[in-house]
């Protein structure tokens, strides 16, 4: 019986990579989207002195949860199409 080694590339290097992109890319994108809004928060506290209650019920009327969703959606796709 000939030796299997290699029969089976895209299960041992294909699928970790894909796996590891699915949780990752998600992840990384809520990250800096946090990121850029507390930013963005900070800075028109300091420079433009619009509190961070206003600056809150603003980011809401122009955020809808929808638009959320879609993106939360759309994420995980993008690693199947990279890897």
Not at 16 to 24: A, D, Y
Not at 66 to 80: A, E, N
């Amino acid at each position: 019986m000939p030796a299997r080694h290699g029969s089976q590339p895209v299960r041992r290097a294909g699928l970790p990579r894909v796996l590891g992109l699915v949780f990752s890319v998600p992840l990384l994108s809520f990250l800096s989207i946090s990121h850029a809004c507390r930013r963005d928060w900070l800075t028109l506290w300091i420079y433009v002195d619009i509190p961070p209650v206003s600056f809150l019920q603003r980011l809401q009327d122009a955020i809808d949860f929808s638009s959320f969703w879609s993106g939360l959606i759309r994420r995980p796709s993008w690693p199947f199409i990279i890897a």
